[in-house]
């Protein structure tokens, strides 16, 4: 892409809020990574909570017992983990290829600085450790306990958001052209 292009970062009506500092790598490989890695952990939580709210429904209309319940919706969960991990990257991947390096570092910046981010991400690697945890008690197998325990931890999140201490986001700062 050359840099006469004109095209707006990210087709997104958000301004641009970060640049490179002396000291940070300048690397387009490792802010895309950070983008990345942001789009696989959502894609985790996303393909993880949606089971766990669909699949009972749906497990209980097809008129399983309710034990069995439970293990469909453990192995629906761990497919969407894996589902939605893949789905997400790949998505992510075709929205960011041929973006600017300057937007890839905004998208990375707001990723890195983002507080709400950052623990619903903390929360969920503590759902899935717990559940894994909980299921050397339990008679269930492990990995399907830490996917579940992953959408947990967006609930728990989701749960302590109103309760979380917020501050604002620095100022925005203006975008230079070069």
């Known amino acids: 892409m050359s840099s006469g292009d004109k095209r707006p970062l990210l087709k997104t009506k958000f301004r641009l809020i970060g640049k490179p500092k002396e000291d940070e790598p300048e690397d387009r490989c490792h802010h895309e990574?950070?983008?990345?890695?942001?789009?696989?952990?959502?894609?985790?939580?996303?393909?993880?909570?949606i089971p766990l709210f669909?699949?009972?429904?749906?497990?209980?209309?097809?008129?399983?017992?309710?034990?069995?319940?439970?293990t469909k919706t453990l192995t629906a969960c761990t497919y969407g983990v894996?589902?939605?991990?893949i789905g997400s990257t790949a998505?992510?991947?075709?929205?960011?290829?041929?973006?600017?390096?300057?937007?890839?570092?905004?998208r990375a910046y707001r990723l890195s600085n983002n507080e709400a981010q950052n623990r619903a991400d903390v929360f969920s690697l503590a759902g899935a450790v717990g559940m894994a945890i909980?299921?050397?008690?339990?008679?269930?197998?492990?990995?399907p306990a830490a996917c579940a325990g992953i959408g947990l931890g967006v609930l728990a999140h989701?749960?302590?958001?109103?309760?979380?201490r917020r501050?604002?986001?620095?100022?925005?700062?203006?975008?230079?052209?070069?």
């Open 33 to 49: 990574k950070i983008v990345y890695e942001h789009c696989a952990i959502k894609g985790a939580q996303a393909g993880s909570l």
């Open 54 to 70: 669909l699949g009972p429904p749906i497990f209980k209309l097809l008129k399983n017992k309710p034990g069995f319940i439970i």
């Open 82 to 85: 894996v589902i939605g991990t």
């Open 91 to 106: 998505l992510a991947y075709k929205i960011m290829h041929d973006q600017p390096d300057i937007a890839v570092f905004d």
């Open 134 to 143: 909980t299921a050397f008690r339990v008679p269930m197998p492990y990995l």
């Open 158 to 164: 989701c749960a302590y958001k109103p309760f979380a």
């Open 167 to 178: 501050e604002p986001l620095p100022p925005p700062v203006k975008a230079t052209s070069e």
